[in-house]
Antibody, heavy 119, light 107 residues
Framework: EVQLVQSGAEVKKPGESLKISCKGS????????IGWVRQMPGKGLEWMGI????????RYSPSFQGQVTISVDKSISTAYLQWSSLRASDTAMYFC????????????WGQGTLVTVSS | DIQMTQSPSSLSASVGDRVTITCQAS??????LNWYQQKPGKAPKVLIY???NLETGVPSRFSGSGSGTDFTFTITSLQPEDIATYYC?????????FGPGTKVDFK
C-alpha cells in the first residue's frame, strides 16, 4: 500500500527555521515526483514545488521560489520542506503528494502538517 | 501564467440533485485538467484526470468534460458523502495550478 506519512504539527515563532518531512512507503520512492501543497486557514490549495527523489531535480512555483527549500533523502525515502525564517503568513496546512506515473495528477497524499507561526 | 477560475464559488443542493461546476482556463490547456475533492480536515483526493477520465475506485456519478479553456465537473446525483470542496487543477511541464475551489453543501 502506498503511503506518505508527514511529520507532526509545529508551533514556531517568527524568524525561526523549520523543516517538515514526508516519508514514503509502498512504492519505488525514487521514481515518482513528490510535490508540496499549501493550504492557508480557510483557503484553497496552492502548489509550491516538486522534487524527483531519483536525482533531486526540483521545480518551484514562481510564488514560492526563494521562500522555501524542497529537498530529499532518498536513502530513507523522505522528502522535506524547509524555511530559514518563518513568518506569520506561513501559518498553514502543508500537504505532500505523489505525482502519478503519467506525471499529470497527484494520486497519493500525506495527511498534512499544520504549521503555526505566532509570537 | 495560466489562471484558473471556477464557478460557482459555493452552492447548496439537496440529496439526489445534479450538481455542475465549471472551470475556465485563461488560455487553451487542451485536456490537462484534473478535479479533486477535499473534505474538511482531509487531504484532497483525485476524482477525474485528463478532463474526463474517472480515477479507479471513484463512483460513476462523478464525471468531467471539456477541453481547451472550458471544463465541467458533474455529480449526477448528490450523495451525503459528497459534501466537500472541489478543485480543478491544470498541469503542464511539471507546473501545477489549482482553481479557487467550489464548496458544495446541503440546502
Amino acid at each position: 500500500e502506498v503511503q506518505l506519512v508527514q511529520s507532526g504539527a509545529e508551533v514556531k515563532k517568527p524568524g525561526e527555521s523549520l523543516k517538515i518531512s514526508c516519508k514514503g512507503s509502498g512504492h519505488s520512492f525514487t521514481t515518482y515526483w513528490i510535490g508540496w501543497v499549501r493550504q492557508m486557514p480557510g483557503k484553497g490549495l496552492e502548489w509550491m514545488g516538486i522534487i524527483y527523489p531519483g536525482d533531486s531535480d526540483t521545480r518551484y512555483s514562481p510564488s514560492f521560489q526563494g521562500q522555501v527549500t524542497i529537498s530529499v533523502d532518498k536513502s530513507i525515502s523522505t522528502a522535506y520542506l524547509q524555511w530559514s525564517s518563518l513568518r506569520a503568513s506561513d501559518t498553514a496546512m502543508y500537504f505532500c503528494a505523489r505525482l502519478g506515473i503519467g506525471e499529470n495528477y497527484f494520486d497519493y497524499w500525506g495527511q498534512g502538517t499544520l504549521v503555526t507561526v505566532s509570537s | 501564467d495560466i489562471q484558473m477560475t471556477q464557478s460557482p464559488s459555493s452552492l447548496s443542493a439537496s440529496v439526489g440533485d445534479r450538481v455542475t461546476i465549471t472551470c475556465q482556463a485563461s488560455q487553451d490547456i487542451s485536456n490537462y485538467l484534473n478535479w479533486y475533492q477535499q473534505k474538511p480536515g482531509k487531504a484532497p483526493k483525485v476524482l477525474i484526470y485528463d478532463a474526463s477520465n474517472l480515477e479507479t475506485g471513484v463512483p460513476s456519478r462523478f464525471s468531467g468534460s471539456g477541453s481547451g479553456t472550458d471544463f465541467t465537473f458533474t455529480i449526477t446525483s448528490l450523495q451525503p458523502e459528497d459534501i466537500a470542496t472541489y478543485y480543478c487543477q491544470h498541469y503542464a511541464n511539471l507546473l501545477f495550478t489549482f482553481g479557487p475551489g467550489t464548496k458544495v453543501d446541503f440546502k
